[in-house]
């Protein structure tokens, strides 16, 4: 039998406003918590309604040494880099960015979006990169929301996208630099779940919408706040309360590696970020072409 864990503590998503002068709902890094290896940032972008004009978005911008995961709920979002690459996601589509040795990259709605407006609701989580893999070749990985493997718990009353790692016995379509979980759980009212999780993983829970329960000991949490658990079990309980409950559960091996930031840069040492900051001034992570 596994344990379940219980709760470490819970930490409030503080609004901020980032990129053009888009709002996002940050947990971390704020005062609170730093990061939480190996996540460095999670950002709940929206939801918001935007009026025909109005929408905004993150123009060009550097990254090296991590990778970005965006996560698109509601609406759309348009991308663009600097190798090229371009395109659209969509309501429940995933893209799994591995930004490596470093690449210039843009997030902005796109034209008929912007025409008509609508609501926005996503999400961007940043992974770090082992030392080892912090200069690779940037790469992506996209997955269209028909794609991403589902699972139904046996009463059908819970129901996971896995994005990442394994639930209910489903596996993900995306491979990961280490291993990571990166699940979205719809829980029906009064239904709840104890899934699996590895336990050299560290792992936290993310409520979108719905008031649920948390842990063996059942602790309410409200949406907009991250539940941290401790690392004293194999599995993890989600419930929902009187209202269905969104709820992302994220984890993954701890690195347990230097971490030195500069805004878009995450690598080891502050000689690394010296040369990440020469190399993006310089041009050698491209250029977006427009």
Do not use: C
Not at 84 to 112: C, K
């Amino acid at each position: 039998m596994t344990t379940t864990r219980t709760i470490e503590r819970t930490i409030p998503a503080l609004r901020t406003v980032e990129g053009g002068g888009f709002v996002v709902h940050r947990p971390f890094p704020t005062r609170l918590l730093m990061d939480f290896d190996p996540f460095l940032l999670l950002d709940e972008m929206g939801p918001v309604d935007y009026a025909p004009g109005e929408a905004k978005g993150a123009p060009d911008h550097p990254h090296r040494g991590f990778e970005t995961v965006t996560y698109v709920l509601e609406g759309q979002f348009g991308h663009k880099d600097s190798a090229d690459h371009s395109g659209t996601l969509r309501q429940g589509d995933v893209q799994w960015m591995t930004a490596g040795a470093g690449v210039v990259h843009s997030e902005m709605p796109d034209p008929e979006f912007t025409r008509t407006g609508g609501r926005v609701h996503g999400l961007q989580l940043w992974v770090n990169l082992p030392q080892r893999d912090k200069m690779i070749a940037p790469h992506y990985q996209e997955i269209p929301s028909a794609k991403i493997p589902v699972a139904v718990s046996d009463d059908g009353r819970v129901r996971v996208k896995v994005i990442a790692g394994e639930a209910l016995g489903v596996k993900a379509a995306i491979e990961t630099r280490t291993p990571i979980l990166y699940q979205h759980f719809s829980i029906e009212p009064g239904a709840s779940i104890e899934t699996r999780v590895p336990e050299d993983f560290r792992v936290f829970a993310y409520p979108l919408s719905g008031a649920g329960l948390y842990g063996g000991d059942r602790t309410p949490v409200r949406a907009q706040q991250m539940v941290l658990f401790n690392d004293d079990g194999g599995s993890v309980t989600l419930a929902a309360g009187d209202e269905p409950l969104e709820v992302l559960l994220i984890g993954g091996v701890p690195l347990k590696e230097p971490v030195v930031r500069y805004g878009p840069f995450v690598m080891n040492t502050e000689d690394e970020i010296r040369q990440a900051v020469i190399d993006y001034q310089a041009g050698r992570m491209g250029a977006i072409t427009h």
